[in-house]
Nanobody, 123 residues
Framework: QVQLVESGGGLVQAGGSLRLSCTAS????????MGWFRQAPGQGREFVAR????????YYGDSVKGRFTISRDNAKNTVYLQMNILKPEDTAVYYC????????????????WGRGTQVTVSS
């Protein structure tokens, strides 16, 4: 089992920045590929960003490319999502997820999930 806890969400004005953190416990964090997803009310879970176990490979959803950066610190068992130039359409609950074998954008392929952190961007 891997337990994931997100933090860092909040209310921010459009154009501002936030950094989300996701801290893992329970298994060897560096064995897992990590993803960030988000879900707005009434919508499905959307891929935001993912990082390979080493951090050497990262990918982003089209809507956040150039504004968001995923990074990880395996010594701290933590993955981060730096979000810049935030827009009202970025408002959602943000989740981190872990998979040992899968490294893609499909949320149903990730095994472990956190409970999410709310990000609200005001216009």
């Amino acid at each position: 089992q891997v337990q994931l806890v997100e933090s860092g969400g909040g209310l921010v004005q459009a154009g501002g920045s936030l950094r989300l953190s996701c801290t893992a416990s329970g298994r060897t964090f560096s064995n897992y590929n990590m993803g960030w997803f988000r879900q707005a009310p009434g919508q499905g879970r959307e891929f935001v960003a993912r990082s390979s176990w080493s951090g050497g490979s990262t990918y982003y959803g089209d809507s956040v490319k150039g504004r968001f950066t995923i990074s990880r610190d395996n010594a701290k068992n933590t993955v981060y999502l730096q979000m810049n130039i935030l827009k009202p359409e970025d408002t959602a609950v943000y989740y981190c997820a872990a998979s040992r074998s899968y490294f893609g954008a499909a949320p149903e392929q990730y095994v472990y999930w956190g409970r999410g952190t709310q990000v609200t961007v005001s216009s």
